[in-house]
């Protein structure tokens, strides 16, 4: 539930925050793929490193390590995972590299989607040319994951309420008490998209005539100088041999 969370937008007012959302996603996908390139230790802690250092210029690295201990389960499997096979020492530092390298993709990612709201991403999507049927399934599916997690929380306290545990018991029995947890999620769902497809009638979604945008995006000074400073640290990692 944490690990949804992480991706619910807050907006503040920092430099990162100020940041274009089409810089903040390409420092974000540049620290992805450092992080998947490599295989190297030191490498994944310089690039963790890097992502800590941009949450902590957002102020959200509370909320960040929060949703690392909502996927410390995750963790925990990926790194048990790759260290039972090879049980020496050369197989913790790959099981480590493993985990880290998923810690960055957690908190990059979650980084820029809680400083990123939905309509900033369709606004963006939409300038680069992208169909808007396709900018509008992603905007929809990236709101409503913390609606999502919302509403599995209301449906769990309600069925707690009841006399139902869900995290008590066998096994079999914890799976067949999460069949109760799925109807009434089901029905909140499609209740949900009935209203959202008919809002979208409402305002005219699928005319030929192409809508104004009260917010238009716009790089500034700022976005260059982030985006010379990824490539420049991209370099470096290169050059000294990190990569």
């Not at 049927?133 to 409503?144: A, E, G, K, Q, V």
């Not at 769990?156 to 309420?161: E, G």
């Not at 979604?205 to 104004?212: E, H, I």
Request: glycine share 4%.
């Amino acid at each position: 539930m944490e690990a949804l969370r992480a991706f619910k937008t807050i907006k503040k007012d920092t430099p990162y925050d100020r940041l274009d959302p089409r810089t903040r996603f390409f420092l974000s996908t540049v620290l992805a793929l450092l992080a998947i390139y490599s295989s190297r230790l030191d490498t994944q802690l310089i690039v963790l490193t890097c992502v800590l250092s941009l949450s902590f210029m957002a102020k959200r690295v509370r909320v960040i390590l929060r949703g690392l201990y909502g996927s410390l389960f995750l963790l925990v499997l990926i790194f048990t995972l790759n260290f039972v096979f090879t049980p020496n020492l050369q197989g913790a530092i790959y099981a480590l590299v493993m985990t880290l390298r998923f810690t960055t993709l957690i908190t990059s990612f979650a980084l820029f989607f809680n400083s990123t709201s939905p309509e900033e991403i369709g606004i963006a999507l939409e300038g680069v040319s992208v169909p808007r049927d396709f900018s509008l399934l992603i905007n929809m599916s990236f709101r409503f994951v913390p609606t999502l997690s919302n509403d599995i929380q209301i449906v769990s306290d309600a069925l707690r309420s009841r006399g139902l545990e869900l995290e008590k018991g066998r096994l079999y029995n914890r799976i067949k008490n999460y069949v109760y947890l799925l109807v009434p999620l089901i029905i909140f769902e499609v209740r949900r998209s009935m209203m959202i497809a008919e809002a979208l009638e409402a305002r005219g979604y699928g005319l030929d005539v192409k809508p104004t945008r009260l917010v238009s995006l716009k790089f500034s000074w700022k976005d260059c100088l982030a985006i010379v400073l990824a490539l420049l640290g991209t370099f470096l990692l290169y050059f000294f041999g990190f990569l």
